[in-house]
């Protein structure tokens, strides 16, 4: 099916090959066997099942007549060169027979086949498999009378433009477009390898006002050119594949290995994902970095009350989550509220007047918000709840918290267990370095011990939940299955270590990308639902669900979020809510992802005994603006 304008998904001149949409933001790479298998059908199989694990869209074959395109008469005359060429083609050629168990291989394989008829009889023969398309040579991009049987066949057509002038492929390509055939040109340079000084990549962008949908055949050493060429615009990939560059050939010189292939395939995919849409936007990722590096307005000296703020009573430093440098005009001659002390932030109060949020307080649900020990007692005369969950970094543990909290009856105890504790020790109860992985226990251990003695002061709670992101992440790459499964065997003997008695350990729903030290890394356990399922029931701790880093993990392998929510409830004993958006955009405020709440809620409601708290980054901020904003949005759902 071949489409040029808008329907069923396709943007204007996009169209299909099976299900793979030209022209879209997904490279089309084609795997270019040729006659690499030098004449063997084994080899050439083997070729398919390689191009397949280096996870290419399409693999391509040449087929020709050579009787029909060289006859005696011109064989007498040809040089050396032409001689040595034929004689090799000879030797190289696989049978009709042959190439059509290959296309059936590739039906079978689910892989694209393609193949470059050389000659009319080699099309007809091509038009008997019923091809999905065509690509047509370089060396034919003036054979109007093969072209005009490609035409006929009415099927979308890639054209080499390698030893052709402008004004030739200019007019090569009027002819498929004035017969509404949908064409990708691809710039190419025919030499076996081509020198990078003659590459000039620069002509796709000329290409691109010819045709609407560029591609790029390379014949130069690596990979690093075709990269670039995707970078530039090229939609369409194609390299030649060879098991061996030393074999006897014109092509296996300019081709590329199985793992350069591969290499070839995983960056491309890279680059898809880094392409974007064009617009500057400020990431999650930056967003933490930002409020980490950048500066805030600062006093420099105590500030009396009613005198009028001036630029000499200000200083910047990090971190930036007070009120920008940008809008220290907006601050100068106002008149100071209540005195400020040397080197406290300008409370944001001076910049913005927010109307004051009241909680409108109809929840069926037990909710809560998240504290820190500075800042309880304030949060707390905001939102007067049942819950209270205390975030807790590695400095907070070594406070006197019994000075800064009083004793309370009613509430609920809940504690956030650290990440990141000194010398960048992210806690990792799954780590191969069994030093490391002690260092994490011995951690674990400390936050446990501390929520007993800390539970002292909620006297009604009687197991207080542990929450915690026990592990399993990774710096460059998901962990394979078999590592996967040890990391969950490495938990829980970790796990054993641990007395963990007298509260609930409940490990967090994780997002497949996470955030740490200000950059993404691999997220390998506790992501997925059929292994949190199962490995909550193995390990014996029920589960703390959060909202936005599972949608993020199911948008990531396209799995239903409502189902997952469905399925987690089972074994779920506190859900942390927040929306997200994209692959990593996690904790933002509700209704300003893509998640739609109405639906869980729906859901939510039916398990009323499970607690919750709304966890937006950043929502403590202006007196926990966000979490009521937050809490009002949830009100509304339920």
Known sequence: MTLVFQYGGLMRNQFYIKNKIIGSDKFFVISEIGNNHNGSFERAINMIDLSIKAEVDCVKFQIRDLKKLYSKTTKKSLDLSAEYTIDLLKRTELTLADHKKLFNYCKQKKIIYLCTPWDTKSLEFLESLNVDFYKLASADLNNYGLIAKIIRTKKPTFIST????????????????????????????????????????????????????????????????SIAAAAMGAKVIERHFTLDRSMEGPDHAASLTFEEMKELTRNLRDLEKAMGNGKKIITQGEFINRENLSKSIVANQDIEKNVKFKSSHFDFRSPGDGISPQFINKIIGKRVIEKINKNDQIPMSYLTKNKKLLIRKKFPLIWGVPVRFHDF????????????????????????????????????????????????????????????????????????????????????????????????????????????LKAYDLLHKSLKKINHKNVTLSPQTMAPYPWHFGGQRYQNLFVYIDEIIEWSKNLGLPICFDTSHSYLSCKNINYDFFKFTKKIMSVTNHIHIADAYGLNGEGIQIGDGEINFKKFFDIYKKFNDITFIPEIWQGHKNNGEGFKKALNKINYYI
Not at 171 to 186: A, D, E, G, M, R
Not at 189 to 215: E, M, R, W
Not at 383 to 391: A, V
Not at 413 to 441: F, G, M, Q, T
């Open 162 to 225: 390698g030893m052709s002038t402008l004004n030739e492929i200019k007019k090569t390509y009027s002819l498929f477009k004035k017969s509404k055939i949908n064409t990708v040109v691809l710039h190419c340079n025919s030499t076996y390898p081509a020198p990078f000084h003659d590459i000039n990549l620069n002509f796709i962008s000329k290409l691109k006002k010819i045709c609407p949908i560029v591609g790029y055949s390379g014949h130069e050493r690596g990979i690093g050119i």
């Open 377 to 484: 007692l304030k949060i707390k005369n905001q939102f007067q709840c049942k819950l209270y969950e205390f975030h807790l970094s590695e400095k907070d543990e070594h406070l006197d918290f019994k000075k800064l909290l009083p004793k309370y009856n009613s509430e609920i105890l809940v504690v956030h267990a650290p990440e990141l504790y000194s010398k960048s020790h992210l806690l990792d109860l799954a780590s191969n370095d069994l030093e490391y992985r002690n260092s994490s226990i011995k951690n674990l251990q400390k936050t446990i011990d501390l929520t007993e003695k800390l539970n002292e002061l909620f006297p009604n709670t009687n197991r207080p939940i542990v929450i915690a992101n026990l592990g399993g992440f990774s710096m460059d790459k998901e962990f394979s299955k078999s590592k996967k």
